[in-house]
């Protein structure tokens, strides 16, 4: 898990006071939308380094784990499967073509629908180059 968490750090970048994201949604942190309380974050917000650090891991582990543990994923898989589930949140995740596949270790479905790049309408380069590193991790070990 550790892995996964220096990859979403990476890519989310962290700022310890609430802005809109390019998808227009009011983020802090790590990339949190909404507090383990079910409160969304609003403009305004501040928080510390270390809360910011509680709020993703709290997500990983209460929101994406439970979810994924019975996938029998490697670790490779594993890290690149939460990184791309943070980012898109579990409920867009669970109601997608790549999540039927895998769970059905269907590779080359999973792969052709893992393809979340844009936000705001508009393809992003940080997500494509995300999305590259996710999926070299997760069909690597295939």
Do not use: H
Request: proline share 3%.
């Amino acid at each position: 898990m550790t892995y996964a968490i220096d990859i979403i750090k990476r890519y989310e970048g962290l700022s310890l006071k609430a802005y809109k994201c390019p998808s227009g949604v009011i983020t802090i942190g790590y990339g949190t939308t909404v507090y383990p309380n079910g409160k969304p974050v609003k403009m305004g917000d501040t928080i510390t380094k270390d809360e910011a650090t509680a709020l993703l891991l709290d997500y990983v582990i209460n929101q994406i784990m439970p979810n994924i543990r019975d996938l029998r994923l490697t670790g490779n898989q594993e890290a690149a499967l939460c990184s791309l589930i943070y980012n898109i949140g579990w409920s867009a995740f669970a109601k997608s073509k790549c999540y039927k596949a895998i769970k059905t270790q269907d590779w080359e479905t999973a792969f052709k629908n893992w393809d979340w790049i844009k936000g705001g309408g508009k393809v992003l380069k940080g997500l494509v180059k995300r999305r590259a590193e996710e999926m070299a991790l997760f069909f690597g070990d295939i």
